[in-house]
């Protein structure tokens, strides 16, 4: 079941210099996929997980979610997809600093306009982080702060799970776990795309594409294509 569409996307930052991250990106998400994007740093990852997760409008190009146009979307109907349906584990940190852990992530449920307070226990448990549900953000670690804004990307069950970096600051075992984790989301039937610049995790994904020059490149196709790749096991 297709989850997102994009078609020929196109995104230009103007401030002095053009900017033009996505030229022109085609890409379609299903349900149960997990999917890989690599890339450099600065290259327009994070711009790319932005239009998917409604939160910056491009120039060009047509995005779909559950084949709805989001540019007919008013701000509202989009504020709505993105509480209900998408869960967003940002690059940086975005927990609210004056709640506790348990609260942002009842907050998060709020939004959704759900309030279940057994798949805040589940999940709490499953990050391991049930002994810090009354820590405020800064009385976390780096790494327990990670795994808890990947508790509140899943709280309200999402179709559409966009990871900026999820491994980003944690230890060998949790990074495993949060890969394990998304990859059981998937398996559940929401779909994945994660931007990681580990390609081991990458490997693990069923596709797997580059960003480059603005565009996406398949890196299964063109390793399929080099005969100099064929040994890898990555
Ligand atoms: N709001 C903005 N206004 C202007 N330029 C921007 C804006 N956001 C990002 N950029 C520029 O667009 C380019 C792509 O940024 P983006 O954050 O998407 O890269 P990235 O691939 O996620 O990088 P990283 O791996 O370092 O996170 C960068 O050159 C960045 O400076
Ligand atoms: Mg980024």
């Not at 996307?9 to 890409?27: A, F, N, Q």
């Not at 060009?60 to 967003?88: M, Q």
């Not at 391991?128 to 780096?142: A, H, I, M, T, W």
Request: aromatic fraction near 6%.
């Amino acid at each position: 079941m297709e989850i997102c569409r994009l078609e020929h996307i196109h995104k230009d930052y103007r401030m002095g210099e053009i900017v033009t991250p996505l030229k022109d990106i085609s890409l379609t998400v299903d349900s149960g996929d997990f999917i890989a994007i690599e890339g450099p740093s600065g290259i327009g990852k994070s711009t790319l997980l932005y239009v998917m997760g409604t939160l910056l409008k491009s120039d060009e190009g047509d995005y779909f979610f559950e084949r709805k146009d989001v540019s007919k979307l008013s701000d509202r109907e989009k504020s709505v997809l993105r509480a209900k349906k998408i869960g967003f584990l940002f690059q940086d940190s975005t927990m609210l600093q004056a709640l506790t852990l348990r609260e942002n992530l009842a907050f998060s449920q709020s939004i959704g306009e759900k309030t279940d307070s057994h798949r805040i226990d589940a999940l709490l448990e499953r990050f391991e982080l049930k002994d810090r549900e009354n820590f405020f953000p800064f009385q976390l670690s780096g790494g327990q702060r990670r795994r808890a804004m990947a508790a509140r990307a899943l709280i309200h069950k999402p179709q559409l799970i966009l990871a900026d970096e999820p491994t980003n600051d944690l230890d060998e075992h949790w990074a495993e776990e949060i890969i394990c984790i998304l990859k059981e989301q998937a398996a559940q039937g929401a779909a994945v795309v994660m931007v990681t610049h580990n390609p081991l995790f990458a490997g693990q994904a069923d596709r797997r594409y580059r960003l480059e020059n603005g565009l996406l490149i398949n890196v299964m196709e063109e390793n399929k294509e080099d005969p100099k790749h064929e040994n890898e096991t990555v």
